[in-house]
């Protein structure tokens, strides 16, 4: 007889790598019985894959861990667990600031989750932030074949060795891990056979890629594309330094790799990047532009900035908004500052919130504007669509061009998991819409 199906629900916080581990972990899960669900209310075991970046990120956990109480009153035997960045950082802390928790574990040491699930039912409140040796998903079992969404993310790189002062990653991921090409490869493999056709490779610093055999991103890169049914690969997110010359030559030289490429700078002031401890200048990040312009001319470019870091003035803010004048994005993420315990800012004085604030809206009203921009640039142009999913009219459907932009067009639901062509009609506020060419 086989056991009663539980069921499990994950709610998934921060960044890609944070939704990849979340998919990982669920599939580990029901290889021990565990169903996903949708709702917290029908779960027995429910985690909360947690993000420390900034303090908002990190203080809305605990509100949603709060939120649980009625829950777990009503189901004592309800097991809440948080994983995740807050899980690295705050440890055991977290079981006593609140009692409605029963096991925490750290990004590094998901494949042990089962073993401490069985722990629990022997009335502990097991605690793992441990950075062991042996790669996690060597022991994260896969939950056997689904089919997909054509899209997926791979984790093939985790941690940060470059400490940016005000970033936690460093400390809640570890140090940097390339995970082997041959693994990679035959992951992707298996997502392609599951009907993905579209794989985002993902690193905190994907770029700095480099397994035991030395083999890189770009000739990663290069036997991923060998692969028949897979269509389009990018990748995410690279520090500036680490962009090497056989990345930027894959640009112009690889079809497959799509003309995208996020690439955060932080700031456009030197005195800035150096307190920071990135390690350019402005100057060097313009000239890796130029060179990666050169080699796909196309490419449209995302960015991360942080305004009102400790010690930025109003003319360091202006070098900011002059560099991103210059470099003229397709998309941005941008941020105010917010001080991170135990990283090196921290103690540094904090600038107002108000003034933050303020930058904060000039920037984001200049990149606004960028970005509107690049959408309506693509009005008229013939695109190549990954098709996702249905649209959100009946009869349309949603997809991505190369460029990233999001676009519905007016096509059946056959044609979802296909690169067809779309002729762009218009540009509205978050998407394209576009007319079905040829389903090529
Ligand atoms: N590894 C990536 C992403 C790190 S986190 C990289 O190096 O780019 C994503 C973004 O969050 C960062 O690029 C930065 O812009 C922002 N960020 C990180 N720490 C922050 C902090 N303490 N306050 C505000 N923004 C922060
Ligand atoms: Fe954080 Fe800097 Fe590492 Fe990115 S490169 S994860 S911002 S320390
Ligand atoms: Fe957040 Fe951790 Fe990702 S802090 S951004 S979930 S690496």
Redesign the pocket.
């Known amino acids: 007889m086989s056991a009663p199906v539980k069921k499990l629900f994950v709610k998934t916080?921060?960044?890609q790598?944070?939704v990849y581990d979340s998919e990982r972990m669920t599939s580990a899960l029901a290889t021990r019985g565990y169903e996903a669900t949708e709702t917290a209310e029908d779960a027995d075991l429910i985690l909360l894959n947690?993000?420390?970046?900034r303090e908002k990120?990190a203080e809305k956990v605990y509100s949603d861990i709060g939120r649980l109480r009625p829950l777990k009153a009503a189901r004592p035997d309800l097991r809440i667990g948080v994983t995740?960045?807050v899980a690295q950082a705050e440890g055991g802390e977290i079981l006593r600031r609140t009692p409605l928790v029963d096991l925490v574990v750290g990004p590094q040491a998901y494949h042990r989750l089962p073993g401490m699930l069985d722990r629990i039912g022997e009335g502990e409140r097991p605690v793992d932030t441990d950075f062991p040796a042996e790669d996690k998903f060597d022991h994260l079992p896969e939950a056997p074949r689904a089919r997909r969404a054509p899209t997926a993310f791979l984790t093939v790189q985790e941690g940060c060795d470059k400490f940016c002062a005000f970033c936690?990653?460093p400390y809640?991921?570890g140090a940097e891990v390339s995970r082997p090409a041959g693994r990679l490869l035959a992951e992707a493999r298996d997502l392609v056979a599951r009907g993905v056709a579209e794989i985002t490779l993902l690193g905190?610093n994907v770029n700095a890629y480099r397994d035991e055999n030395g083999e890189t991103l770009a000739g990663l890169i290069g036997e991923l594309a060998a692969i028949e049914g897979l269509e389009r690969i990018r990748y995410t997110t690279s520090h500036p330094n680490d962009m090497g010359a056989d990345l930027i030559a894959a640009h112009g030289a690889e079809p497959k790799l799509m003309p995208f490429l996020h690439l955060p700078v932080q700031s456009g002031s030197d005195r800035i990047l150096k307190a920071m401890n990135r390690r350019h200048t402005a100057e060097q990040y313009l000239r890796l532009i130029e060179r990666i312009r050169a080699a796909r001319p196309d490419i449209a470019l995302s960015g991360d900035f942080i305004t009102g870091f400790p010690g930025e003035t109003e003319a360091d803010f202006a070098e900011t908004l002059a560099l991103v004048e210059a470099v003229n994005y397709a998309q941005a993420f941008s941020f105010a500052y917010s001080p991170r315990p135990g990283t090196p800012a921290a103690g540094r004085e904090d600038l107002p919130r108000e003034v933050k604030a303020e930058r904060l809206r000039r920037l984001q009203e200049l990149l606004g504007r960028q970005q509107a921009a690049f959408q309506a640039s693509m009005v008229g142009r013939d695109l190549a669509v990954l098709v996702e999913k249905p649209g959100r009219e009946p009869g349309q459907v949603a997809g991505k061009s190369p460029y990233l932009n999001a676009i519905q067009i007016d096509a059946g639901a056959e044609t979802i998991g296909r690169v067809v062509r779309a002729r762009v009609t218009a540009s509205g506020r978050n998407s394209l819409f576009g007319d079905l060419l040829d389903a090529a």
């Open positions: 916080y921060g960044c790598m944070n947690t993000c420390h970046i990120a995740g960045c936690v990653v809640t991921r905190q």
